[in-house]
């Protein structure tokens, strides 16, 4: 039941884009940096895993330029997560700012403040340290062995499941019993797959300045994605009151989750309070991808039973996970797992999910764009293929039967939330069937699955995968919107919210405007200025739309409730026989009255007051958007490549506020899936050390890697959110692993279970696939 | 990595100048071309640096019998959009060009610079198979294949780069295969094959495998086995068995050693096959 | 040392140091639709068009461009054949991050050629990485510039 909108669902130009495609100074880094500012250089851990014996810095701090130098011994010792989540994080305080012990090459050791940044650098080359160098822990299964190194040995760390068995955070959540449920069903397979390193690569790194403004204020320009948390966090981390602080936004090249974190505002601003000074870190590409964040490895079984009628009635996840060297997100990550896949099958009554997240000697896991729900569909959704294949079904008709619908619950959405019990709720909008539907009419499933078709070398096969996620934290987040009206009848939207290059601050500008009646040009959006701007939890948990745009679609009701007002004393008329459109108040006989008169009149003339109002909003549910993602593949039989020859997407996110851009959520989602899919991921040396530390060597997709790319939004309406919106921005990527691995698998008959897919390891799937086959003599027909 | 010791840029306007920086100087002194090395990562010991534009031809020059002379400075681009060489043998070079690096770097990179880094290369297998030769000067001009270049005593010595010479190949039919993760990455291997044609017998081939990951290798024995005969099925078959068993090949990160091989005689025949026409699965 | 050069048009004269980048000297200047992304010559976010061709500004040195003429997207005012408006039109532009350069690299392959193919863009522009897109929609911007051309000039 979509209304009928005029500003939102039409694809307006983003209000920050001629901005962008000028190359105006609009990033952290384009700012015209104060001569005395100080740039930061940090020293990192060489080793994975080591106890710190002695620093020496004497050569360093006597490079001439260089004005301060930070490491353990001169830095607040508290313990902390980065993580920039909500207070309080349900991640472990297992870090310091500077610690005494390494935990992974590219642990902080020592940052330097200089004049300049070559000097900096050269003087975190010159510091000395003795290290006491200890077994490192470089696999899950070396972390959960019996009488393994003790990766958080110290005392103070507080909320890690169990420290002594490297266990960082641990989930159950359940719902009837699963043993008597795979006892009880005709159909029980069980699947088994791993999932690799990788990393976000925005475009542009981490980058932080910080200085004290004219009253002495701290003042960070950051590129996060949390403002409001950088500033509690950073406030806690060196004792500063939050109302010394202002943490500004500026844009911000990409995110994807990596700039969920408080990984360098802590540095900046400690040398600013030290020294007086600015102070300016951006990492390097190679600093991005060694001591940044990443996506948590994990290994993931996924057990499904079911009637012979193919009604599913027992699904069993358990996961490990490697949170790397610190728990950041570890517990929620893991959380996901279940929550964002278990309730998209439903009908199953014994459900389960177990989970732990261990630490390693090797990079952090984060949040990353899908947040444990992309490992986990890997093992459901070619879980559910096998199982479709023993009963005998076809793939997409077993989920035509089997997934979740309008109107229907799943107890997984209460036993399992973000790292505690969740919420209970029914769907209130699922368009999946017809996504199904249409992306399979698209894709020709009807006509190619099964088909084998060859080509030379290469073996043709569809896939299909289908997908859940969230629309926001239920009872955790929170946003606030603040709207006020101008002489004109323009108004400012001032939004805690963070637009990471999403376009977040167009879409909840076109709320706005859709709901007081106004082109999106009379909407002046102002965005992530703690000081400026109400409280927003951030931009995570593909919240943004649904949660901030909520609070939007709140502030502007209540300001045009008092546009009302005003217009009805001018009109002499009850606010309830007034119609506003298009920047008119109109009486029943027609008479108008101006935006701009009852602002100049609230203003200016009678009952003056500033229009204006500041709504909150807490998301009691989170809508789940739904995808069904379709892959048609050609696997090259002698070399293991996979090429993908045409790929279809079907999205319900619920209404599309900006098509263009709920568009390109959905493709830029997509193609990132599909770099993690076929071949992106960190290596290591066999002592921890990361190999692929730049683009030459991480390759993530480039023009010529996208294959041609469909995407069907499926309109649906969900009463529950902003102009019937959901959320849209992860869903995508959690396609392509199984859909690839599952055309695959039409294609070759090989299963896949290990990410990424590269050529080799294909190769050498399908060629123990061939060894294994009974080599048999095809039957004589007469 | 840093470039901030670098205190020395000249741009010598001769050959026989620019020689004069090389002739004197040790290892603080490093020529640059295209300059994407040394922006890259400038060794500490780097001080000085000779851009050798001034010095260098970037022309490409046709002789009336169909020689293709390139002078040092010229562009991939330059290279990969020149007439003459989208014909030649087949079209070979062109087509490889467009898998090297992305536009962005061949709009600067050279092909003396390319030459004279010899490292991983997609472009060396092509330029060995086509029998180009490279004229160096060290106060004189030396002329030699490209093969003969990359010997230690040539390469690793102080030396300027100055053209490259391909030698028309009126009989010639070539083809380029590669294999990578991305479109826009270095090759986990790749091959070029040559094969000069009298009627349907073959008079001569060439078959260079690269990236393995070491230099570039030539596959004489599978060249032999095609070579004064027809290239059939069986015939290329038996050169990619041939090249299988004599590419020494090495593991590393992004493929193992077991599967390189079996890329060589993968790569190999379907060379071949495009060559004889019956198109190799790309 | 000094260079000269053509800056977006004006003949300017830039103090540079030896061993400085063009990207960095760039950046220096306040050139801020130059991205720097990677250093390293594999994103793409410092194109800029050097004597007419995109490159990465990260891969020269400075004192290259002595005698030469750089055009960054400030400098590209009546011949970026509307690619920047397509871009936006089409919602191309996600971050923002890659979009000067990717705009730059089309413009070069435009002036050369009037009429690409889809596929001929694509190859075009294949070291010019976006983390935000997946490419879709700015393929489709550089066709939409290109078909609006073709009416002005058609029509
Ligand atoms: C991002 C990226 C991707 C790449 N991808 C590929 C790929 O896919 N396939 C591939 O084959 N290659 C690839 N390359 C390698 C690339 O082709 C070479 O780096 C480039 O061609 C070097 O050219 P240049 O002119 O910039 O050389 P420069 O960097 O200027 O010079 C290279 C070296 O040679 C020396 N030198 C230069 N000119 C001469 C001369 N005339 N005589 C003697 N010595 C000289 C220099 O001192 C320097 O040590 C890639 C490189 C980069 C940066």
């Known amino acids: ?782 | 990595m840093s470039r901030t010791q670098i205190a020395e840029y000249a741009r010598p306007e001769s050959l026989n100048e620019a020689w004069g920086f090389v002739a004197a100087a040790g290892p603080s002194m490093r020529l640059v071309a295209g300059g994407s090395d040394l922006t890259i990562a400038s060794p500490p010991e780097v001080t000085r640096l000779v851009d050798l534009s001034g010095a260098l031809s970037n022309e490409i020059r046709v002789t009336a019998d169909g020689e293709i002379n390139i002078g040092a400075m010229a562009t991939l681009s330059a290279i990969a959009e020149h007439r003459t060489i989208a014909s030649h043998a087949s079209g070979v070079v062109a087509a490889m060009m467009t898998d090297v690096g992305s536009p962005l770097l061949r709009n600067t990179a050279t092909i003396g610079g390319h030459l004279a880094r010899g490292k991983l290369s997609d472009i060396i297998p092509v330029f060995i198979a086509l029998d180009a030769e490279a004229t160096t000067y060290t106060g004189e001009l030396h002329t030699m294949t490209l093969a003969e270049y990359y010997d230690d005593a040539v390469n690793k010595q102080p030396h300027i780069l100055t053209n490259i010479r391909l030698p028309p190949l009126p009989h010639a039919t070539a083809a380029f295969l590669r294999l990578s993760r991305t479109a826009f990455d270095f090759p986990i291997i790749n091959a070029c094959c040559r094969v000069d044609f009298d009627g349907d017998l073959v008079t001569d081939a060439r078959i260079v495998l690269g990236a393995t990951p070491l230099r570039s290798q030539r596959a004489s024995a599978a060249e032999a086995v095609v070579t004064a005969a027809d290239l059939t099925p069986d015939g290329i078959a038996a050169a990619a068995e041939a090249a299988r068993a004599e590419i020494t090949t090495k593991g590393g990160w992004t493929a193992s050693a077991e599967y390189r091989t079996h890329l060589v005689a993968v790569l190999v025949e379907r060379c071949l096959r495009q060559i004889a026409g019956d198109g190799g699965a790309a | 040392m000094n260079i000269e050069l053509t800056l977006n048009r004006d003949l300017t004269t830039v103090d540079v140091a030896p061993g400085e980048t063009l990207l960095e000297m760039l950046r220096r200047l306040g050139f801020t639709s130059v991205k720097d992304g990677c250093a390293h010559g594999d994103c793409g976010t410092c194109a800029v068009l050097i004597d007419g061709r995109a490159a990465t500004a990260c891969l020269l040195f400075a004192a290259q461009a002595d005698g030469r003429e750089i055009t960054t997207i400030e400098g590209l005012v009546d011949d970026g054949f509307g690619l920047a408006e397509a871009m936006l039109d089409v919602g191309a532009v996600q971050c923002g991050f890659c979009i000067p350069a990717m705009i730059l690299t089309a413009a070069d392959l435009l002036r050369r050629e009037s009429a690409p193919t889809r596929a001929e863009i694509a190859t075009y522009l294949a070291g010019n990485l976006c983390r935000c897109t997946g490419y879709v929609k700015q393929l489709d911007a550089v066709e939409l510039a290109i078909a609006r051309a073709e009416e002005v000039t058609s029509g």
Not at chain 1, 448 to 463: M, P
Not at chain 1, 594 to 622: G, K, M, N
């Open chain 1, 1 to 782: 039941m979509a209304e009928k909108f005029a500003v939102v669902g039409q694809s307006e130009i983003r209000v920050d884009g001629r901005a962008l495609v000028g190359g105006q100074p609009v990033f952290v880094d384009d700012a015209a940096t104060d001569a005395k500012t100080l740039h930061l250089a940090l020293l990192w851990s060489p080793h994975a895993h080591a106890r710190i014996r002695s620093i020496d810095t004497t050569a360093a701090a006597d490079v001439p330029g260089v004005e301060l130098i930070l490491d353990h011994r001169n830095t607040p010792d508290k313990r902390y997560t980065t993580a920039g989540q909500g207070y309080p994080e349900p991640s472990p305080y297992d870090a310091r700012m500077f610690d005494t012990k390494v935990r992974f090459v590219g642990d902080r050791v020592a940052c330097v403040a200089a004049d300049t940044v070559a000097v900096a650098q050269q003087a975190a080359e010159l510091i000395e340290v003795e290290y006491e160098i200890l077994d490192a822990v470089l696999t899950i299964d070396a972390a959960i062995a019996e009488g393994a190194p003790v990766i958080h040995d110290e005392t103070d760390a507080l909320d890690v499941w169990n420290q002594d068995r490297n266990v960082a955070a641990h989930m159950v959540g359940a719902a009837g019993d699963v043993a008597q449920g795979f006892a009880e069903s005709d159909v029980v397979v069980e699947v088994t797959t791993e999932t690799q390193y990788a990393q976000h690569a925005p475009l542009e790194p981490h980058a932080v300045y910080s200085y004290f403004d004219a009253n002495g204020r701290l003042v960070i320009v950051s590129s996060t994605q949390v403002p409001f948390h950088v500033r509690r966090i950073v406030g806690r981390l060196l004792d500063l009151p939050v109302h010394s602080i202002r943490v500004i936004k500026p844009r911000i090249g990409g995110g994807f989750g990596v700039k969920q974190e408080v990984l360098i505002e802590d540095l900046a601003a400690l040398v600013t309070v030290r020294t007086g000074r600015p102070a300016k870190l951006i990492y390097s590409r190679e600093e991005e991808f060694i001591s940044s964040r990443t996506r948590h490895p994990m290994r993931i079984t996924t057990k499904l039973g079911a009637k012979a009628d193919g009604t599913l009635h027992a699904i069993e996840t358990t996961a490990l996970s490697n949170t790397g060297a610190y728990g950041t997100h570890g517990l929620t990550v893991l959380s996901n797992v279940g929550s964002k896949t278990l309730p998209l099958y439903n009908k199953a009554p014994h459900v389960r999910f177990f989970g732990d997240a261990v630490y390693t000697n090797l990079p952090v896991g984060g949040a990353y764009r899908g947040y444990g729900a992309t490992q986990s569909y890997f093992a459901l959704e070619t879980a559910v293929d096998r199982l479709a294949a023993e009963l005998g079904i076809d793939a997409m008709e077993w989920r035509l039967r089997n997934h979740i619908r309008e109107g229907e619950t799943s107890p997984i959405f209460k036993a399992l939330g973000e790292g505690r019990e969740g919420v209970d709720q029914i769907i209130t909008s699922c368009a999946l069937e017809e996504c199904i539907k249409r992306g399979a009419e698209r894709i020709g499933w009807a006509d190619k699955r099964g088909k084998r078709h060859r080509d030379g070398d290469w073996i043709h096969g569809v896939g299909m995968s289908i997908h859940m996620q969230g629309s926001g934290i239920p009872l955790v987040d929170m946003a606030a919107a603040t709207l006020k009206m101008n002489d004109d009848g323009s108004f400012n939207l001032l939004v805690g919210a963070t637009d990471l290059g999403t376009g977040s601050d167009t879409i909840l500008g076109q709320i706005a405007a859709e709901v007081l009646g106004v082109p999106l040009d009379h909407i002046v959006v102002t965005s992530s200025d703690t000081d400026l701007t109400p409280f927003d939890t951030g931009a995570y948990a593909s919240s943004t739309t649904y949660v901030s745009g909520m609070a939007v679609q709140l502030a502007a009701q209540d300001v045009m409730a008092q546009i009302l007002e005003v217009a009805g004393a001018i009109l002499n008329t009850p606010t309830d026989e007034l119609t506003a459109e298009g920047g008119l108040i109109t009486r029943a006989d027609g008479e108008t009255v101006t935006l701009s008169e009852v602002a100049l009149r609230s203003l200016y003339a009678a009952d003056q007051r500033q229009i204006a109002a500041t709504r909150s909003f807490v998301p009691e549910v989170s809508p789940p958007p739904f995808m069904a993602s379709f892959a048609e593949i050609a696997v090259d039989e002698r070399t293991g490549q996979i090429r993908i020859v045409d790929y279809v997407v079907a999205v319900d996110c619920g209404t599309a506020i900006n098509p263009n851009l709920a568009e390109g959520q959905v493709e830029g989602a997509l193609v990132n899936g599909i770099g993690y899919a076929l071949y992106e991921e960190i290596i290591f040396d066999d002592k921890g050390k990361p190999l692929t530390d730049d683009f030459a060597r991480y390759k993530i997709p480039g023009v010529l890697d996208i294959p041609p790319i469909e995407v069907i939004l499926v309109e649906s309406y969900d009463p529950t959110g902003p102009m019937g919106a959901k959320s849209i921005s992860e869903i995508g990527i959690n396609g392509p692993i199984p859909t690839i691995a599952n055309a695959v698998h039409d294609a070759t008959g090989v299963w896949l279970t290990k990410t990424p897919f590269s050529a080799e390891r294909v190769w050498r799937a399908l060629r123990e696939y061939q060894d294994r086959q009974p080599s048999v003599t095809p039957p004589v027909r007469p």
